[in-house]
């Protein structure tokens, strides 16, 4: 795939996906949107690549939208690229397999709220970082209102996302929003280390089980238990469960069988 805008590399089952915009610190545009979109879908449909780390490249992770339009920035149709009618966007929380965000740098508007879509996150704790939509004139998007409520608590969401006040990687953990904050240095070694313990785990297993965390934002716990009970009787009677037990009982690496691209449930 031919990127200008972010690029991809793949080692040890794991997919480093780097916003690849150094000289305007990561800022968002359509392109990268774009790219991003084609290149969730290629990864989610690749079950050799079994998680994926999202970073910046640089010293910033994104920067927010590129302002470079001026006062049309946040207008409708201001950043169509005129290539057609787009795809429906994927964002990280709907692929098949645990995305890790690798907060390396400042990571202002879009830059956080893009991340607060992945599954973890971990923070350079010296970044800076706000929900600056307020200060911009428009509102947080991308979930923010529920994720960011979610994760933190509605009293702290209101804090970040009604005042726009930047804060640093430090207070993002603090705030239980980022799972750890670390020297920048350190940001992306340690959620690529985190991402290989997704390799000891069932593809399909995890696939499922991170559909059911993501729709459990709107559900109840009884809800969520009828939910789960169709699905728990689905994994336990596949080869996987059977593998799950033997590797246990024989005290060796298990070889899962099912792939999450072909194999899960048909009300997946």
Known sequence: M????????VADE????????????????????????????ALDADDGVRAVVLTGAGRAFCAGADLSGGERT????????????????????????PVIAAINGHAVGVGITYPMTCDLRFVAEEAKVQFAFVRR???????????????????????????G???????????????????????????????QQYRQAAPASVAISKRLLWEGMGLTAAEMIRRE???FAWTGGQPDAREGVLSFLEKRA???????????????
């Open 14 to 41: 794991v997919a480093t996906l780097t916003l690849d915009r150094p000289e305007a610190m990561n800022a968002w545009n359509w392109q990268m949107a774009a790219e991003l979109d084609q290149a969730l879908r």
């Open 229 to 231: 009970h169709p699905l």
């Open 74 to 97: 946040f207008q409708p149709g201001a950043g169509d690229s005129g290539a057609g009618p787009p795809q429906k966007p994927v964002y990280p929380f709907m692929i098949r397999k």
């Open 165 to 195: 006040r930047m804060i640093r990687g430090r207070e993002l953990a603090e705030l239980g929003l980022a799972s750890q904050a670390l020297p920048a240095k350190e940001v992306l070694p340690a959620a690529l280390a985190y991402a």
């Open 254 to 268: 298990p070889a899962w069988k099912l792939r999450p691209s072909l194999d899960l449930p048909e009300e997946l």
């Open 137 to 163: 004139g428009v509102i947080p998007e991308l979930g923010s209102h529920a994720i960011v409520a979610r994760v933190a608590g509605l009293s702290r969401a209101a804090d970040l996302l009604l005042s």
């Open 2 to 9: 031919g990127f200008e805008t972010i690029r991809i590399d």
